[in-house]
């Protein structure tokens, strides 16, 4: 009766089940985790939560507190429940109807159930066990007597006359109950680390459910902004669609009302024209001296300048539009939409290393091979045919040849330095061996002040200087882009290279005094 109460208290009240990892709510009821989790999740579109027992209710999702208490009193009750049932083993004596066996006797070979045990021989010989319907299994298969010790040199179970006179004599020996606890005690010590491991692992999941919720508050939010964002751009465009129609067609409008003022003034002039020859032909002098409007007939400069300054401004029009402008723009405002992927998808650490094996022998690389400074001694480092003999120049030991991915290096301890990327086949000896002196390679340098990109030795003058000390350099293998950026704030792009590439790709560094580090890199999952 006590364990059926014992267990009516051990009940989840949602799945009526066995708690299975319990937590509690603020006000103590406690829960299976996924059962209350999947409560709550029902619950999320009411505008409110409650506890499934006495419905106290919160405006947000309560927090979820591990019962550890709880968890240990459910262990221990289900580990001290006999499975009789299931094990199938029932009382020998017991023959009107079957009763599940609580002991079995090896001496006797039978199973006893509570009734029959307390009556049944109490002698050494008789040796209990749990019920089992394999007894041959717990005696000696050459002897035919019950395992009684353990032997440690054979790692097998024996019986009194194995030790005695058997193949084990002399053996060190244990009893099964000594061996038993030895190894009991190996497994509650896994069983320990089990358990911590999996509390860690709990407070993982719970912690990446709490990251969850908040990350998913957040993109509602941020969805809305983009969304208006977005909406805004499409308005603003649409907006500078129709305008510059409008001016499109608004230019041969214009030629049209110029043709009709013209052809008016056309037919004015051919007014005059035919009232002129008309006067021209009379043969009666008081007649045509009488004419009142030959002032006006004769004022033939009648807003002419006003007429040719229109007519050569619309003639040398150069077609109104710079179309080629506009296109430059919005193919650049493509370019920089494209770019917005390295911060929208880029996830993942790509770790940069530096190859020593590569490094000018005037080039100290770091311990953690992310720092490369130049030195004033030869570091006498073992010749390779990969190291670079002419310039000071060191490649990452990773090579790239898929996906989009960006690394990031601190150039202010130095003022003359070139950062890139190239082909594992670049040269390693004279001019040509430089990043960005060759095809193989592309790259941004600085030289005091000045700042350019560099490759096939045609040099590109950047407009302005870099605004922060760190540079990030992007590369989009598949589709043939290696981009820098100025990483102040907002990130400022300053030039990107395209071509098809067909080789893997390594970062790159040259550094004529001071030291390059490198901060970070990523790649898209």
Same mark, same amino acid.
């Given at each position: @009766?006590?364990?059926?109460?014992?267990?009516? *208290?051990?009940?989840?009240?949602?799945?009526?089940?066995?708690?299975?990892?319990?937590?509690?709510?603020?006000?103590?009821?406690?829960?299976?985790?996924?059962?209350?989790?999947?409560?709550?999740?029902?619950?999320?579109?009411?505008?409110?939560?409650?506890?499934?027992?006495?419905?106290? $209710?919160?405006?947000?999702?309560?927090?979820?507190?591990?019962?550890?208490?709880?968890?240990?009193?459910?262990?221990?009750?289900?580990?001290?429940?006999?499975?009789?049932? *299931?094990?199938?083993?029932?009382?020998?004596?017991?023959?009107?109807?079957?009763?599940?066996?609580?002991?079995?006797?090896?001496?006797?070979?039978?199973?006893?159930?509570?009734?029959?045990?307390?009556?049944?021989?109490?002698?050494? +010989?008789?040796?209990?066990?749990?019920?089992?319907?394999?007894?041959?299994?717990?005696?000696?298969?050459?002897? $035919?007597?019950?395992?009684?010790?353990?032997?440690?040199?054979?790692?097998?179970?024996?019986?009194?006359?194995?030790?005695?006179?058997?193949?084990?004599?002399?053996?060190? @020996?244990?009893?099964?109950?000594? %061996?038993? +606890?030895? $190894?009991?005690?190996?497994?509650?010590?896994?069983?320990?680390?089990?358990?911590?491991?999996?509390?860690?692992?709990?407070?993982?999941? &719970?912690? !990446?459910? +709490?990251?969850?919720?908040?990350?998913?508050?957040?993109?509602?939010?941020?969805?809305?902004?983009?969304?208006?964002?977005?909406?805004?751009?499409?308005?603003?465009?649409?907006?500078?669609?129709?305008?510059?129609?409008?001016?499109?067609?608004?230019? %041969?409008?214009?030629?049209?009302?110029?043709?009709?003022?013209?052809?008016?003034? $056309?037919?004015?002039?051919?007014?005059?024209?035919? /009232?002129?020859?008309?006067?021209?032909?009379?043969?009666?002098?008081?007649?045509?001296?009488?004419?009142?409007?030959?002032?006006?007939?004769?004022?033939?400069?009648?807003?002419?300048?006003?007429?040719?300054?229109?007519? +050569?401004?619309?003639?040398?029009?150069?077609?109104?539009?710079?179309?080629?402008?506009?296109? /430059?723009?919005?193919?650049?405002?493509?370019?920089?939409?494209?770019?917005?992927?390295?911060?929208?998808?880029?996830?993942?650490? %790509?770790?940069?290393?530096?190859?020593?094996?590569? %490094?000018?022998? =005037?080039?100290?690389?770091?311990?953690?091979?992310?720092?490369?400074?130049?030195?004033?001694?030869?570091?006498?480092?073992?010749?390779?045919?990969?190291?670079? &003999?002419?310039?000071?120049?060191?490649?990452?030991?990773?090579?790239?040849?898929?996906?989009?991915? =960006?690394?990031?290096?601190?150039?202010?301890?130095?003022?003359?330095?070139?950062?890139?990327?190239?082909?594992?086949?670049?040269?390693?000896?004279?001019?040509?061996?430089?990043?960005?002196?060759?095809?193989?390679?592309?790259?941004?340098?600085?030289?005091?002040?000045? =700042?350019?990109?560099?490759?096939?030795?045609?040099? #590109?003058?950047?407009?302005?200087?870099?605004?922060?000390?760190?540079?990030?350099?992007?590369?989009?293998?598949?589709?043939?882009?290696?981009?820098?950026?100025?990483?102040?704030?907002? #990130?400022?792009?300053?030039?990107?290279?395209?071509?098809?590439?067909?080789?893997?790709?390594?970062?790159?560094?040259?550094? !004529?005094?001071?030291?390059?580090?490198?901060?970070?890199?990523?790649?898209? @999952?």
């Amino acid at each position: @009766m006590a364990s059926a109460n014992l267990r009516a *208290e051990l009940e989840c009240s949602v799945c009526l089940n066995i708690y299975t990892d319990p937590v509690m709510l603020r006000c103590g009821h406690n829960f299976c985790r996924v059962c209350i989790d999947r409560v709550l999740d029902t619950q999320g579109g009411s505008g409110g939560y409650s506890c499934p027992e006495c419905r106290e $209710k919160s405006q947000d999702r309560p927090a979820l507190h591990r019962n550890i208490t709880l968890r240990n009193i459910v262990e221990n009750f289900l580990s001290a429940q006999p499975d009789r049932e *299931e094990s199938g083993v029932f009382c020998t004596h017991c023959v009107d109807f079957p009763v599940p066996a609580v002991r079995s006797c090896l001496h006797c070979e039978v199973s006893l159930c509570d009734k029959h045990l307390r009556v049944h021989k109490k002698s050494p +010989e008789h040796i209990l066990c749990d019920p089992t319907l394999s007894m041959e299994s717990r005696k000696c298969s050459v002897h $035919k007597e019950v395992l009684k010790y353990f032997c440690s040199k054979d790692h097998t179970y024996v019986c009194v006359s194995c030790c005695l006179i058997g193949e084990h004599k002399g053996h060190e @020996m244990e009893s099964l109950d000594e %061996a038993s +606890e030895k $190894k009991k005690e190996t497994l509650r010590n896994v069983l320990q680390k089990f358990l911590i491991k999996r509390e860690e692992t709990e407070e993982r999941v &719970q912690s !990446l459910q +709490e990251h969850r919720r908040k990350v998913e508050e957040e993109a509602a939010g941020d969805t809305e902004r983009v969304t208006a964002l977005f909406r805004d751009l499409r308005r603003r465009l649409e907006d500078l669609e129709k305008r510059i129609l409008r001016e499109i067609s608004g230019r %041969a409008e214009q030629i049209s009302i110029s043709i009709r003022d013209l052809e008016i003034k $056309k037919e004015e002039l051919s007014r005059k024209l035919r /009232h002129i020859e008309e006067l021209c032909n009379m043969t009666d002098p008081l007649t045509v001296l009488q004419e009142s409007d030959t002032g006006d007939l004769c004022d033939t400069e009648d807003g002419d300048n006003e007429d040719r300054e229109r007519h +050569e401004e619309l003639l040398h029009d150069g077609g109104g539009l710079d179309v080629d402008g506009i296109s /430059h723009t919005i193919h650049t405002l493509s370019d920089i939409i494209t770019e917005v992927n390295v911060d929208f998808y880029i996830q993942g650490a %790509a770790d940069i290393l530096l190859d020593g094996n590569t %490094a000018h022998n =005037y080039l100290h690389i770091s311990d953690d091979r992310k720092t490369v400074s130049r030195s004033d001694r030869k570091q006498n480092p073992p010749e390779t045919p990969e190291r670079f &003999q002419y310039y000071y120049q060191v490649m990452s030991s990773r090579s790239f040849s898929s996906g989009r991915h =960006y690394w990031e290096v601190d150039v202010g301890g130095s003022d003359r330095w070139r950062v890139g990327m190239c082909y594992p086949s670049i040269e390693r000896r004279g001019q040509q061996s430089v990043i960005g002196r060759n095809k193989k390679s592309w790259g941004l340098d600085r030289s005091g002040n000045q =700042y350019s990109v560099i490759h096939d030795s045609k040099s #590109i003058p950047l407009p302005t200087n870099l605004s922060s000390k760190r540079v990030r350099i992007y590369l989009d293998y598949e589709a043939g882009r290696i981009s820098f950026y100025d990483l102040c704030d907002p #990130i400022r792009h300053l030039h990107t290279f395209t071509t098809t590439f067909t080789e893997p790709l390594h970062a790159g560094i040259w550094v !004529l005094k001071g030291c390059i580090k490198i901060c970070g890199g990523k790649r898209e @999952m």
